[in-house]
C-alpha cells in the first residue's frame, strides 16, 4: 500500500499507525539509491508539498518535503537566488521518471560541483521538522543562520536517507545567483597532472566553484579539465586571465556552453541511463584519488571522472559478481576516503554493503542513535545498513 | 570579575589597588594565549588568569601564600605580553607585584631558595659586587658542571655562571667627549648596577652618539641600581629604599639647572623607573618627585627619536630586532627603535612569535633556568629562521640571555648599532668585515 | 548570585575523591594533574565568572590515548567529567561541579600536519584557533571561522559550540569548516569521525559532535578546511545617525544580492567602548557604526565598495572611512575583536548570543533597549549584523547581588524575545548553564526528549557535562517518553 500525506497530521497518523516497516520515498527520482528494504508499505511524501515561506531579503525558504526541487529552483531564480549546494538530479542515472523533492535533497545530502566551494546540502540545511518513530513532530535548527541551540539534529538528518524519520519540512538558506559564469577548459591533461593543475586552481584566490576533470572518453574523445568562475561580468574576465597564468593557459566556454556542460557534470550524465553499469561515488582527498582510481584498474577496467578538484570520483564498472566491491573498498582503505555504490541491480546491493562500513564503535553508535529515534525499527530500516 | 574582600582588608591602600585591578578583569582568558609559560606548560595555573585567580583567592582569603600559589607566581616572568593583550586594561603588573610583596611577607621559603634570593639581592643590585662577583664567575665558569652538580642550588649556581660572559669587559673607557653645539638637551643617563659591569661599552656608545647630537650628559651622584631586580622578588622596601635613592640624585639636578630626560639604555630599569611615580604614591615625602622622575624617564630611543636623526647610507647589514618585553609591554615602545635603525641604513628584521619573551626576565633565568633555557632557544630558533646578520636589542638582560644560547648571533645593543651608523666605532661584538 | 541551579553533588564521590585522584595519578605525570585546593580554584569558572564550581580534580592529558585512558577510568568510576580548552566559554559551557573531574586539552596544542594540495590540516583539540591561521598565514591560507575569542580560544572548544565569527557570514561556522575528528567517548573508546575529504557517507556524527556541548565525547584531533586568503581585503566603517538607519542599511545590502565577507554591527556605547581601547578611527560622533568588509583584487572591491555606499547613502550614512593599510585594518578588526573585553573596563556585563531574522534586526534593537531600560540598566550592542546574531552586552555591577539578578532577568527577556521573533537563544556561543532553562522557550517536550535520547546513546550514564544545555529537571523524560 502507498500511503501519501497531504499534512503533517496525517504523517504523524501514518506513522502511528504503522505495526510494520515503512519505506519512505519522495517524488520516486532515486528509488535505486540505498539498499533495498523490505516493506509492505510505502509511505511517499510527495503530496506533502508548498512553500511555507521564502523571505529573498533574509535569503531562506522553508518548503514541505514533497515540494519539487525544479519548482523550488524557479522560485528562487525568479529573485535571483539559486540554492548553493547545486543539487544533482538523478533522473539521468536511474533513467526514473519521478521528480526530485527537496525532503529527498535534504535526507539524502545530495550535492553538485559547487560542493567545493559553497558547501553540502547539510551546510545549508538549517531547519527540520520531522517525525519520529513515535510519531511525534520534531523541530531542530530553525531559520536563522546561526543557530547552536541544543544538538543539531538536523546534521544527523542529512543523509540519514530517512531511517531516522520522515522530513515534513525543511528550511535552507540560499544565495544571491551570480550574474554571470564560464569555464576554462584545459585539454590532453593526463589524471595527474590534471587533478594537479584542479588543486593548485583550487588553492588560488580565484574562488573557483567547479573543478572537473573528464578523462577521455568521458562526454569527449579527448580529456579535459574544467575550471568554473561563477560571479560579476567584469571578476569573471579578470579571474579567468589570472587561472590562465596559474594552470597554463587554457581556452573559455562562454556562460551558456559552462552551464550545459555543468549540468551533464552534476547528473553524471556521462553514466546516463540507459548505461546500467555499477556506479560507484567515491570521496577522498584529492591529491590519492589518481591513486585511488590506479588500485581500483589493477583489478580490471573502470571509467571515471572527477569532481570537487579531484576529491570525489565517479567509477562505472561492470555489474559482474560484488561490482568491484572487494577491490574498491580496499583501494578506498589504502587511501583514505569512503565509497557508495550508487547504481547497481537489487540483489546486488542487497549482498554488497552500498554505504561505506562505519568502524565498529560508529557502527554501535548508528544503531543506538536509531534507536533512540525509532525503538520500533518502522522507518526505513535497512536503507544504509542491514539491521539498522 | 565579581570579588570578595572585607572591608578591614580594603583599608590597606594596596589591597584596595588590587581590589580595583581584579574588578576590571572579565576573565576572559586572551591573556593565556600570549603567556610564554603558558604556550610552554599548557597549564591555566601558569597563565596570567591562572595567577590572576590564584592571587584573588590568596588575598581574599587573607591567607598566607601557599606554596602551590608561590611555584605559580615565581614562575612568571613579569613580561607583561599580557598587558598588551588584556581588552580590559587589568594591570596585571601591579597585581603582581603587589602578590610577590605579600608572599615575601606571609611565606617562608626553603633555606636553599632563600640563600639564592639572598644572594641575588646583595650582589646584583650593587656595580662593585657585580664586578667583583662577575670575575669570580669566570674563574669559575670552567667548573660550571661541578657547580652545577651541587646539593639544592647547584642548578641555579650553574644557570648564573653560563651567563657570564666569556671574558671579562673591558673597563669603563674613559672618554672626554666633546659636546656639538648648539646644545639641543641636557640629560641624564641611568648608570644602573649590571649593565655598567657587563657591557660598559652601551652607555658609552650612548654618550658619544648624545655628544655628537649636542646633548649634554650630566652626572647624577648618588644614582644606582633602579630596584627592578628586588622589585620582581617581592622585596618591597629594598625596592623602595633604591627608588628613593634615584629620585633624590635626579631630583638635585632638576633643581639644580633642569634635566631634559632620564635616559634609560636598559628597557626592564626604564619599565621600573616609569613606575617610580605609582610605587611611591604613598609616600607623602616622594609622590611628587617620584611622578616628576616617572615623567622624564624616557628610553634612549624614545629620546633619540625627538631628535630627528639625518637618514644614514645603508650599512648592508641585516638586522632582527628583538624587542624587550619591558620595551614592547612594559613601555609599550614598539616601532621607534625599528625606525631609527632603519633610517640608519639597517634592514631591520621582524622576529615570529616577537611578543614572546626570550626568558631573560631580571633573575628568572637564574631562578627558573629550565623555563629560561626553553624560551631562549625557542627565541633563538624563531631568530634562525630569519638569516641575519645579527640581533638589535635594548635590553642587557636580553643580550646576557639571547647570547648564552648555542649557536646564538651576535646580539647588539640598539644605541651601539646607532652610534656606529652616525660615526662611533663598529660594535665589538659583530664580527669583522 | 545563584539563579541557575547546579545539581547537588554526589556525595558518594565526594566520598571517594582519594581514591580517584590515586586512580588518575596512576595514569598521567603529576604535571598533567591538579588536585590542591588553591590550584583547582583556578577552574571553578569560565568567562561566565557569576557562576563558580570548585571541580573534583584537573586532568590535563598530553595525547588521545592519554585522555582514553582517564575517560576510561573515570566512565568506570562512574565520575562525571567536564571538558575544557581555553575556557573562554561566555555561556558556562566550561564550569565544572563539585564533582566532576575537568578534563582540559590545553597541553594537547600540537600542530600535527598540513596539506596544501587538499587545503586541510590536522591539530590537537588544544591548538588555538588563531594559531591554525596563524602557522599556514605566510603560504597564502587560513581556517576560516574567527570568533572574537579566537587569540586565545581553542579549536576543541570550538567544536562544542560550534563557533562562529564576523566571517561567517560568507565562509560558514564551525561545522562547515571541519572535514574529520578524532574523539574520546564516555567508555574511553576512541572513533575516527569524517577524515580529510569531503562529506563522509553514514550518519553524520561530526556534524552533531559539533556543538554538542562536550555532552557527546572528548574531541581531541581535528582534520581542519583550510581556505586560500583572497587577493586582498578592506574593511570598511559606515558611521548613521542612528541604529534604525543602520539596521536598514543592513537588510538593504543583503536584499540586494551582496554578500560581503563581514557586517559588524556596533552602536553609541559600543563604539566608545572599542574606540577607547582599539584607537581604530571608529566616528564618535555615529550613532551606529557598521563594520562592511569587502574582498578580491582593488578594482573587485572598489566595484563592490561602490554598490555599497550607494545604499548606505539611501539611508542617509553620515561617514564612509575605507581602511587604507594593514596595521589601519589589524586597529579595526582588533577594536570589534575586544569589544566584550574591552566593556570590562566600564562596567560588568552579561553577554547575549540570540539570533534573529535579519528583518527583526531595528524591531529586537529597539526592544532590548527598552528592556534593559525597564530594569534600569545600560546595554551596549556590538554584533554580527549580516547574520543577525545579536550579542547586547548588559552592564552591571557584578558585587551587587540586586544588579546581577536584574542583568540576568533582562538578558533572559531579550532571548525570549528573539525565539519570539523567529530566531533562537544562541547563534554561536552555545547553551552551557546560561540558557539551559529557556531551552523550553524554543523546544517542545518531545523536541527536548528527542535530543536527549540521542545524547543518551553516546553517554547513558549522563557523566559528560552533565549540568549543561538541558534543563535539570525534564532529564528523566528522555527514558520514560517512548510509546
Not at chain 1, 552551464?259 to 546516463?272: G, H, K, N, S, T
Not at chain 2, 580590559?88 to 615575601?104: F, K, N, P, Q, T
Not at chain 3, 571517594?16 to 590550584?39: K, M, N, Q, Y
Not at chain 3, 559532535?209 to 581556505?227: K, P
Request: aromatic residues 6%; hydrophobic residues 45%.
Amino acid at each position: 500500500m502507498i500511503l501519501s500525506p497531504t499534512s503533517e497530521a496525517e504523517l504523524i497518523e501514518a506513522v502511528r499507525a504503522a505495526r510494520a516497516p515503512l519505506a519512505i520515498e519522495g517524488g520516486g527520482s532515486k528509488g535505486g539509491l540505498g539498499r533495498p528494504l523490505q516493506a509492505q508499505d510505502t509511505l511517499s511524501l510527495k503530496n506533502l508539498g508548498g512553500v511555507i515561506f521564502y523571505e529573498p531579503a533574509e535569503m531562506v525558504f522553508r518548503a514541505r518535503a514533497g515540494t519539487p526541487v525544479a519548482q523550488l529552483e524557479q522560485m528562487l531564480a525568479e529573485h535571483g537566488q539559486m540554492l548553493p549546494f547545486e543539487p544533482m538530479n538523478h533522473q539521468s542515472i536511474y533513467g526514473a521518471a519521478g521528480a526530485p523533492t527537496i525532503g529527498a535533497v535534504a535526507a539524502c545530502n545530495i550535492s553538485g560541483p559547487r560542493r567545493i566551494s559553497h558547501g553540502a546540502a547539510r551546510d545549508s540545511l538549517i531547519g527540520v521538522r520531522f517525525v519520529n518513530g513515535f510519531g511525534e513532530a520534531i523541530n531542530s535548527g530553525g531559520r536563522v543562520m546561526k543557530n547552536v541551540t541544543g544538538l543539531d539534529l538536523v546534521k544527523l538528518q542529512a543523509g540519514a536517507f530517512g531511517t531516522l524519520g520522515p522530513l515534513s519540512e525543511v528550511t535552507f538558506k540560499v544565495l544571491p545567483r551570480p550574474s554571470t559564469q564560464a569555464t576554462l577548459a584545459l585539454h590532453g591533461l593526463d589524471d595527474a597532472r590534471a587533478i594537479g593543475a584542479l588543486c593548485r586552481a583550487v588553492g588560488s584566490p580565484f574562488e573557483i566553484s567547479g573543478a572537473a576533470h573528464l578523462p577521455a572518453g568521458i562526454l569527449g574523445d579527448a580529456p579535459r579539465t574544467l575550471l568554473r568562475i561563477e560571479n560579476v561580468p567584469e571578476s569573471v574576465v579578470y579571474r579567468l586571465g589570472e587561472l590562465q597564468k596559474i594552470v597554463g593557459g587554457g581556452d573559455t566556454l562562454d556562460a551558456a556552453q559552462s552551464e550545459a556542460l555543468w549540468r551533464q557534470v552534476r547528473d553524471v550524465a556521462a553514466f546516463a541511463s540507459p548505461d546500467a553499469r555499477a556506479l560507484w561515488r567515491i570521496s577522498t582527498a584529492p591529491s590519492r584519488a589518481v591513486d585511488l582510481v590506479r588500485r581500483v584498474q589493477q583489478g580490471g577496467a573502470v571509467a571515471h571522472f572527477y569532481d570537487w578538484s579531484g576529491g570525489l570520483v565517479w567509477l562505472a564498472v561492470e555489474t559482474g559478481d560484488d561490482a568491484r566491491a572487494a577491490d574498491i573498498r580496499a583501494a578506498v582503505a589504502a587511501c583514505g576516503g569512503h565509497a557508495t555504490l550508487v547504481r547497481a541491480p537489487v540483489d546486488l546491493r542487497a549482498r554488497v554493503d552500498v554505504f561505506q562500513p562505519p568502524s565498529a564503535p560508529l557502527m554501535a553508535l548508528t544503531r543506538a542513535v536509531k534507536a533512540s529515534f525509532d525503538p520500533n525499527a518502522i522507518l526505513n530500516p535497512g536503507r544504509m545498513y542491514a539491521g539498522v | 570579575m565579581q570579588t570578595n574582600f572585607t572591608i578591614a582588608a580594603l583599608a590597606d591602600p594596596a589591597m584596595r589597588e588590587s581590589e580595583k585591578i581584579l574588578r576590571t578583569c572579565v576573565h576572559c582568558g586572551f591573556c593565556t594565549a600570549t603567556c610564554p609559560t603558558y604556550l610552554l606548560l599548557g597549564d591555566e595555573l601558569d597563565s596570567p588568569r591562572g595567577r590572576i585567580y590564584l592571587i584573588k583567592d590568596m588575598l581574599e582569603g587573607g591567607k598566607p601564600a601557599s606554596e602551590e600559589v608561590v611555584k605559580h607566581v615565581d614562575r612568571c616572568l613579569s613580561c607583561l605580553s599580557c598587558m598588551t593583550t588584556c581588552p580590559s586594561g587589568v594591570h596585571y603588573m601591579h597585581l603582581v607585584d603587589h602578590a610577590r610583596a605579600y608572599i615575601d611577607h606571609t611565606y617562608t621559603r626553603s633555606a636553599p631558595d632563600r640563600f639564592m634570593r639572598a644572594l641575588l639581592a646583595r650582589i646584583l643590585p650593587y656595580p662593585q659586587r657585580f664586578r667583583a662577583a662577575l670575575f669570580a664567575a669566570l674563574l669559575a665558569k670552567p667548573a660550571r658542571p661541578l657547580v652545577g652538580a651541587l646539593p639544592f642550588v647547584g642548578k641555579r649556581m650553574a644557570a648564573m655562571l653560563a651567563l657570564a660572559p666569556a671574558r671579562a669587559p673591558a673597563p669603563p673607557p674613559v672618554e672626554r667627549l666633546a659636546i656639538a653645539t648648539p646644545q639641543r638637551a641636557r640629560v641624564a643617563i641611568l648608570e644602573g648596577c649590571a649593565q655598567p659591569a657587563l657591557a660598559p661599552s652601551i652607555n658609552a656608545a650612548a654618550r658619544r652618539l648624545f655628544a655628537r647630537l649636542g646633548v649634554a650628559v650630566v652626572p647624577a651622584p648618588g644614582e644606582g641600581c633602579c630596584g627592578a631586580l628586588v622589585h620582581h622578588m617581592g622585596r618591597e622596601e629594598d625596592a623602595l629604599a633604591f627608588a628613593r635613592a634615584n629620585v633624590d640624585a635626579w631630583t638635585r639636578l632638576i633643581e639644580n639647572g633642569g634635566l631634559d630626560a632620564i635616559v634609560i639604555t636598559a628597557s626592564g630599569c626604564g619599565t621600573t623607573i616609569k613606575d617610580y611615580g605609582y610605587m611611591l604614591r604613598a609616600d607623602a615625602a616622594y609622590a611628587q618627585k617620584a611622578a616628576r622622575v616617572s615623567a622624564l624617564a624616557k628610553d634612549v630611543t624614545e629620546f633619540l627619536s625627538t631628535l630627528d636623526l639625518a637618514p644614514a647610507p645603508p650599512a648592508g647589514l641585516t638586522l632582527a630586532y628583538h624587542s624587550a618585553c619591558s620595551m614592547q609591554h612594559g613601555q609599550k615602545i614598539t616601532d621607534l627603535p625599528k625606525n631609527l635603525l632603519r633610517n640608519a641604513g639597517f634592514a631591520v628584521k621582524d622576529v615570529p612569535e616577537s611578543h614572546i619573551c626570550c626568558g631573560s626576565a631580571g633573575t628568572y633565568n637564574i631562578m627558573q633556568s629550565e623555563l629560561a633555557g626553553r624560551l631562549r632557544d625557542r627565541k633563538l630558533g624563531n631568530i634562525a629562521r630569519l638569516k641575519v646578520d645579527a640581533v638589535a636589542a635594548g635590553n642587557i638582560g636580553c643580550i646576557a640571555q639571547l647570547s648564552s644560547g648555542a649557536g646564538a648571533p651576535p646580539v647588539v645593543h640598539t644605541v651601539e648599532l646607532l652610534d656606529w651608523a652616525y660615526g662611533g666605532p663598529r660594535p665589538e661584538a659583530l664580527p669583522k668585515n | 548570585m545563584t539563579a541557575i541551579a547546579f545539581p547537588k553533588p554526589d556525595p558518594a564521590i565526594l566520598a571517594r575523591r582519594d581514591e580517584i585522584i590515586a586512580g588518575l595519578a596512576a595514569l598521567v605525570p603529576p604535571e598533567c594533574l591538579v588536585t590542591s585546593e588553591d590550584e583547582r580554584r583556578a577552574f571553578e569558572t569560565d568567562a561566565l565568572t557569576a557562576y563558580r564550581r570548585l571541580p573534583l580534580a584537573v586532568v590535563l592529558p598530553r595525547t588521545t590515548e592519554e585522555t582514553s585512558k582517564v575517560m576510561a577510568f573515570l566512565h568506570g568510576a562512574g565520575v562525571k567529567v567536564v571538558a575544557r580548552g581555553a575556557g573562554t566559554s561566555l555561556a558556562g559551557g566550561a564550569i565544572p561541579q563539585e564533582d566532576a573531574v575537568v578534563v582540559g586539552l590545553s597541553k594537547m596544542s600540537k600542530i600535527l600536519g598540513v596539506d596544501f594540495a587538499d587545503r586541510s590540516m590536522r591539530v590537537q583539540a588544544g591548538v588555538t584557533n588563531l594559531a591554525i591561521s596563524n602557522a599556514v598565514a605566510a603560504d597564502g591560507f587560513f581556517y576560516a571561522p574567527d570568533p572574537s575569542s579566537q587569540l586565545a580560544c581553542t579549536i576543541g572548544g570550538n567544536i562544542g559550540m560550534n563557533s562562529g565569527g564576523a566571517h561567517c557570514l560568507k565562509y560558514g561556522v564551525t561545522t562547515n569548516n571541519i572535514l574529520g575528528a578524532r574523539m574520546v567517548l564516555a567508555d574511553g573508546a576512541i572513533v575516527e569521525m569524517g577524515g580529510d575529504w569531503l562529506d563522509s557517507g553514514g550518519l553524520d556524527f561530526l556534524g552533531l559532535v559539533i556543538g554538542s556541548e562536550g555532552q557527546l565525547g572528548i574531541v581531541t584531533e581535528a582534520t581542519v578546511r583550510l581556505l586560500r586568503q583572497a587577493e586582498g581585503a578592506r574593511p570598511v566603517l559606515f558611521g548613521f545617525p542612528t541604529s534604525e538607519a543602520a539596521g536598514a542599511c543592513v537588510a538593504d545590502i543583503i536584499g540586494n544580492g551582496i554578500i560581503p565577507v563581514a557586517i559588524e554591527f556596533m552602536d553609541k556605547l559600543a563604539i566608545e567602548i572599542c574606540e577607547a581601547f582599539a584607537h581604530a578611527g571608529y566616528p564618535l560622533d555615529a550613532g551606529a557604526l557598521l563594520i562592511v568588509e569587502v574582498e578580491g583584487s582593488e578594482t573587485e572591491m572598489d566595484a563592490q565598495l561602490q554598490r555599497i555606499v550607494e545604499i548606505a547613502q539611501r539611508h542617509g550614512v553620515s561617514t564612509v572611512r575605507e581602511s587604507k593599510s594593514a596595521m589601519e585594518t589589524a586597529a579595526i578588526w582588533k577594536g570589534r575583536k575586544s569589544a566584550f573585553g574591552a566593556t570590562g573596563r566600564v562596567a560588568d556585563y552579561i553577554c547575549m548570543d540570540g539570533t534573529v531574522p535579519t528583518s527583526q534586526l531595528c524591531h529586537v534593537l529597539e526592544k532590548t533597549d527598552e528592556i534593559v531600560k525597564h530594569y534600569g540598566l545600560r546595554v551596549a550592542n556590538v554584533f554580527h549584523a549580516g547574520d543577525g546574531n545579536m550579542h547586547p552586552l548588559v552592564m552591571y555591577n557584578v558585587n551587587d547581588p540586586a544588579e546581577q539578578e536584574k542583568a540576568e532577568a533582562a538578558g533572559m527577556d531579550i532571548l525570549k524575545l528573539c525565539v519570539d521573533v523567529g530566531g533562537c537563544l544562541t547563534g554561536e556561543h552555545g547553551v552551557g548553564i546560561e540558557k539551559r532553562d529557556l531551552m523550553r522557550h524554543q523546544f517542545s517536550e518531545a523536541d527536548l526528549a528527542q535530543q536527549m535520547r540521542v545524547r543518551a546513546a553516546f553517554d547513558e550514564g549522563w557523566l559528560l557535562n552533565p549540568a549543561k544545555v538541558f534543563p535539570l529537571d525534564g532529564r528523566t523524560i528522555a527514558a520514560t517518553s517512548a510509546r
